[in-house]
């Protein structure tokens, strides 16, 4: 799995689990909400669990440096995004990222670090600018989903690191293969 077509991400679904539409769902501001949001929605908790188990399976300055490219991202876009309209493929782009790394650790792919950290900044801006424009534009909401995604990949790092301590790497692959299921699964439904 080495490229993935771009023309197959607009078959994905419009909506991203944790993104339905405002009609639908309202968020709150505070940092409580902001700390809860990504545990509940599958999209992002599933790509920010993955990018500490790649993060793992990389190893060495990929153990800082894939968290910290997705979080500087999505914090710069978040802010981008308020007031702003929808991306077109935005929600595509989140579904997206968790088949994309969750498959890039179950294939225990090491792309240069340029390209994992660019690929790892895309998705953590599609997952910033998706709250962005729903207009969190308090300093709680955006403070408490940073600290939600660093602990989530915390989580995937903690995972990954125990299973190559004992060395059965094949657990962090086995846990990141099923996030990539769990993606196309929700890209499906």
Do not use: C, K
């Not at 991203?16 to 949001?37: C, K, Q, R």
């Not at 997705?70 to 782009?93: K, N």
């Not at 099923?178 to 890209?187: D, F, K, L």
């Amino acid at each position: 799995m080495r490229h993935i077509p771009l023309a197959l991400l607009s078959l994905l679904p419009a909506a991203a689990w944790a993104h339905p539409n405002s009609d639908d769902h309202a968020h709150g501001t505070g940092f409580v909400d902001g700390l809860l949001h990504p545990l509940g929605g599958a999209d992002h908790l599933a790509a920010m669990v993955a990018v500490g188990l790649w993060a793992a399976l990389t190893g060495g300055r990929a153990l800082w440096a894939y968290p910290l490219a997705f979080v500087a991202a999505m914090v710069l876009a978040g802010l981008a995004g308020v007031g702003q309209a929808p991306l077109p493929g935005m929600e595509q782009a989140i579904l997206a990222s968790v088949i994309v790394v969750g498959a890039a650790a179950a294939l225990a792919l090491r792309p240069p670090m340029a390209a994992a950290l660019a690929a790892l900044a895309l998705f953590g801006a599609a997952h910033g600018y998706a709250h962005g424009v729903e207009g969190l534009a308090g300093a709680g909401y955006p403070a408490g989903f940073t600290l939600a995604t660093l602990a989530l990949h915390a989580v995937g790092l903690v995972i990954g690191l125990m299973a190559m301590h004992v060395q059965r790497p094949v657990i962090t692959r086995g846990a990141a293969a099923i996030t990539a299921i769990a993606g196309a699964w929700m890209a499906l439904t």
